[in-house]
């Protein structure tokens, strides 16, 4: 069976920090590309961060770059997202990802976590 669980989310003020994991079960993990996304309300989902697991290398969208850092451990099935320098506009329900590198039709969700950035 298949799981992603997200943990790590809250309420953090501005200019704050957080780091989200992402533990995974059920799946081959170093075989795949493993993401976060976020919705935030009345929003459409958007990609915020990339890591391929089999060579990795990682991907950011550009409203994150240079304050957000994807990471993994292959040996604990687990992806990261740390954030920096948080903003209100990054309040969001973030989504880890699994997709399996050579096919993207193989793909997982896990059920997000919140993070409110507010003061």
């Known amino acids: 069976q298949v799981n992603l669980v997200e943990s790590g989310g809250g309420l953090v003020q501005p200019g704050g920090s957080l780091r989200l994991s992402c533990s995974v079960s059920g799946f081959s993990f170093a075989n795949f590309a493993m993401s976060w996304y976020r919705q935030a309300p009345g929003k459409e989902r958007e990609f915020v961060a990339r890591i391929d697991n089999t060579n990795g290398s990682t991907d950011y969208a550009e409203s994150v770059k240079g304050r957000f850092t994807i990471s993994s451990d292959n040996a604990e099935n687990t992806v990261y997202l740390q954030m920096n320098s948080l903003k209100p506009e990054d309040t969001a329900v973030y989504y880890c990802?699994?997709?399996?590198?050579?096919?993207?039709?193989?793909?997982?969700w896990g059920k997000g976590t919140l993070v409110t950035v507010s003061s």
């Open positions: 990802n699994g997709r399996l590198v050579i096919s993207a039709a193989i793909t997982y």
